[in-house]
């Protein structure tokens, strides 16, 4: 008893202040928001498109680059980028840059196909009057796995660590889906799990929420494609906010569910 | 036949050899074979089905001596609708031969529990009838935030006769779509095959098409990288004792080890940006390099992690109601971890001497003795125990590491190869992730491309153990057992 006690002054208070203080550092090497510099981009060029491994870049043919228009040219869809930076390696003139912005969940799918203008990254809002009053200040939430190959589960899970301490903001992962508001979905919902993961939104009470973390939850991530897999929640489900990245990490997970309940407002600029 | 006469192609960690000098024979011998080659104390690292060029069906045997630091690799071509069980004899062929059955068709004569692998059934669960029997079913959806999985409990009482787990989930293509490859998609793949173990399975990746292609990373490159694969062990081991911990009710360590894991995924970081490693090992090289100033805030962050976790982990071997319930919770004993073949932390928990970083060393590695740590207990407390050492030992072998780092650069060729792999080469890569063996092999057509990439998962050796370690065991005794080994849903089911 008494080396318990030792040891919990030894460890010491480490739950974070974030979001009230600022965020825990993130390594220099971090890769979050891509930004694309249009100006940089000669017409006839496709290595990051080549180089993409979900194919995640995309390019508007008729729309021709240094045509003026600040929309036209490459685009990016994050629910599809692994963050790999396999793009910006290939990139002979430096046109994409992964930047160090945390911040990018979103509540529509299409908000996730970032082009080259300078405009924000539209993140997510809160929720609708009547479910923010409902979920607000206590949402439960059901965890599914469907197929995540486990980096997705160890970062949404890590939420509940004393570091992170998600009990704070009313956000807790339960048992059952008749205790929860909703789902929190990770991995390309795999046919084997298609099923399993029907019954268990039927069994939470309306109303109800999705929540899809990670690429291969948005899109099917690295599985797109697969006949073994579909391509993400947003394929079987109506889902309310999109968190990406391969894993995201737990604070653009958290910034999300923050954003979410409307514990984050700001809208901030990009980095 | 004696250990310098099997009649199969030997093969060095990490190393190809044609396919022509893989001998070929008939199914029945090389189910002999191998009998054989188990019964001196060989195992089996991969037993899987391949379709030739001709479209027919060959089976692959890649055996490990452990002792002699070497592998082996035989090839049996399937005629008919069959082929004769090792499981008979040897259960570790077990799943292997199921895996066979279910993606080629193909029976393995005498299997004793013949069922699919990741194909999901209803029914056809092992029963044991008796009016004060009952079955409890569990999953795949669980209650914690884990992976899905099915878990069938015979049940009297509280005491567990019998456990049968069905798995299959999480199977979303892996093997298949590395068909054809590598292409761009080719290596997340590998490193998304178990996500916790990004590490070791891109390194295992990376080593196959390197072999292919006659390359190899740099010393410095392989010394960072084995940096990486050690962080990995860290943060997994931490969190796995601070999860032990919380399922015996031990609230102080799980809630310690659940900060310091993520510390050490944090080192990984600070290594290469991402928490799990994604996007560090690369064919030929590393993405990044461990520059001095890195290094020396590596040292320092490691320094402060042991420390945190000594003190949380200790606490564990100096409570004695936490003793109490890790002790003689689901053994296993020497013999039966043999048998079934175990790797990595569970089998030495059982007194097996298993290491590739020690018994099929590649990289840096080679340059270094590693300790293999054992326990002879084989219960609960033998697989935390294990752990423990383990920690230690990677953490002085990570300082090692980085005090002693080779110079040169981190990555000579990147990208894939211009010219393509070695056609009609198999290629073997074993690598000692945190959960035990990762294994992996290719084998190329003629024009260089994958026609079968097998993965084998830690996970895929020892499913099995868990569900035999809950016999005569107290059902509420399956979440500890669980944590225990903490398996990968994900990389079985690839």
New interface residues.
């Given amino acids: 008893m008494l080396k318990a006690i030792l040891s919990r002054i030894q460890q010491g208070y480490r739950t974070m202040r974030f979001p009230a203080g600022p965020p825990p550092a993130l390594s220099d090497r971090f890769r979050g928001l891509p930004e694309i510099e249009a100006s940089a981009c000669p017409d006839d060029c496709r290595a990051c498109l080549e180089a993409c491994p979900t194919g995640a870049i995309s390019r508007d043919a008729d729309l021709r680059i240094g045509s003026g228009s600040a929309e036209a040219g490459l685009r990016i869809d994050l629910g599809r980028c692994l963050f790999c930076v396999d793009c910006e390696e290939a990139c002979p003139r430096g046109a994409i840059a992964f930047t160090k912005d945390y911040r990018l969940a979103v509540r529509d799918r299409a908000a996730l196909s970032i082009g080259q203008s300078k405009r924000e990254l539209e993140l997510a809002r809160v929720l609708d009057r009547r479910l923010r009053r409902l979920f607000g200040r206590s949402l439960k939430l059901r965890v599914v796995s469907a197929g995540g190959c486990g980096a997705c589960e160890a970062d949404v899970n890590v939420l509940n660590t004393l570091a992170w301490d998600l009990g704070r903001f009313g956000i807790q992962y339960v048992a059952s889906p008749r205790h929860a508001d909703g789902l929190l979905v990770t991995g390309p919902v795999t046919k084997n799990m298609e099923l399993a993961l029907a019954k268990t939104y039927a069994a939470v009470p309306e109303p109800k929420i999705v929540i899809a973390v990670g690429s291969c939850a948005i899109s099917g991530g690295p599985y797109i494609g697969s006949p073994e897999a579909n391509g993400g929640a947003s394929s079987l489900l109506p889902v309310d906010l999109f968190i990406p990245g391969c894993p995201p990490n737990p604070l653009t997970i958290l910034d999300g569910l923050l954003r979410l309940t409307g514990r984050i407002k700001e809208k901030a600029a990009r980095a | 036949m004696n250990r310098d006469d099997i009649p199969l192609a030997g093969l060095i960690n990490g190393g190809a050899a044609s396919l022509a000098s893989v001998p070929s024979m008939s199914s029945e011998r090389l189910a002999e074979v191998v009998c054989e080659g188990i019964g001196m104390g060989l195992r089996i690292s991969a037993y899987f089905g391949a379709t030739a060029a001709d479209g027919g069906t060959e089976l692959f045997a890649i055996l490990a001596d452990d002792e002699r630091n070497k592998l082996y690799a035989g090839r049996a071509r399937a005629e008919g609708k069959g082929f004769p069980s090792i499981a008979r004899e040897h259960p570790q062929a077990q799943l292997f031969e199921r895996e066979i059955a279910e993606q080629f068709g193909l029976a393995p004569e005498g299997h004793p529990w013949l069922k699919p692998v ?1 194909r ?1 059934q209803a029914g056809g669960f092992y029963r044991v009838e008796g009016e004060q029997v009952h079955e409890v079913a569990v999953g ?2 669980h ?6 999985g099915h878990f069938r409990f015979q049940c009297h009482g509280e005491r567990v006769f019998h456990l049968e787990i069905a798995l ?6 892996v093997e ?2 590395l068909i054809g490859g590598p292409d ?2 080719s ?3 590998a490193e ?5 173990a ?1 590490i070791a399975h891109a390194t295992s990746y990376c080593q196959i098409v390197e072999a292919l292609s006659k390359r190899r990373k740099s010393a410095r490159a392989q010394a960072i990288g084995a940096i990486a694969l050690e962080l990995e062990r860290l943060a997994n081991h931490v969190g796995d004792l601070g999860a032990i911990s919380g399922d015996v009710g031990f609230l ?1 360590t799980a ?2 080890c ?2 310091i ?2 510390e050490f ?2 080192m990984t ?8 490693g ?2 560090l090992v690369l064919v030929g090289g590393l ?2 390099d461990l520059d001095e100033a890195r290094a020396a805030e590596l040292l320092e962050r490691l320094d402060s992690g042991e420390r ?1 976790a000594s ?2 982990i200790r ?1 564990l071997w ?2 004695q109601s936490v003793m109490a319930r890790l002790e003689d919770t689901g053994r296993i004993s020497r013999d039966d971890a043999a048998r079934l073949g175990l790797v990595g932390p569970a089998a030495r928990a059982s007194g097996l001497s298993r290491d590739i970083r020690s018994d099929q060393p590649t990289g840096i590695y080679r340059l270094t003795q590693m300790p293999v740590s054992t326990y002879d207990s084989g219960d609960v407390l033998g697989r935390a125990f294990v752990r423990w050492l383990e920690i230690q030992q990677s953490i002085a072998f990570i300082r090692e590491l980085v005090v002693s780092l080779p110079s040169g650069d981190i990555r000579a060729a990147p990208g894939l190869p211009p010219a393509g792999l070695a056609p009609a080469t198999l290629a073997v890569a074993l690598n000692e992730g945190w959960r035990g063996e990762v294994c992996h092999v290719a084998i190329t057509d003629a024009d260089g491309a994958f026609s079968r990439y097998k993965i084998v998962d830690p996970s895929f050796h020892n499913w099995p153990a868990l569900a035999y370690c809950l016999r005569d065991q107290e059902i509420s005794d399956f979440p500890l057992c669980n944590k225990s080994f903490n398996l ?4 079985h ?1 690839l």
């Fill in positions: 990741r999901l795949p959806v209650a914690g935030v884990i992976e899905p299959g989930y999480q199977h979303r293509g298949q779509a761009r998609r290596p997340h793949y998304t095959a178990a996500g916790d990004t102080p809630s310690f659940g900060r894991r993520g995924l944090n970081a600070l290594l290469c940006g991402n928490r799990f994604r996007g993405r990044y945190d003190v949380a606490l100096d409570t990968s849903y994900c990389g089911d």
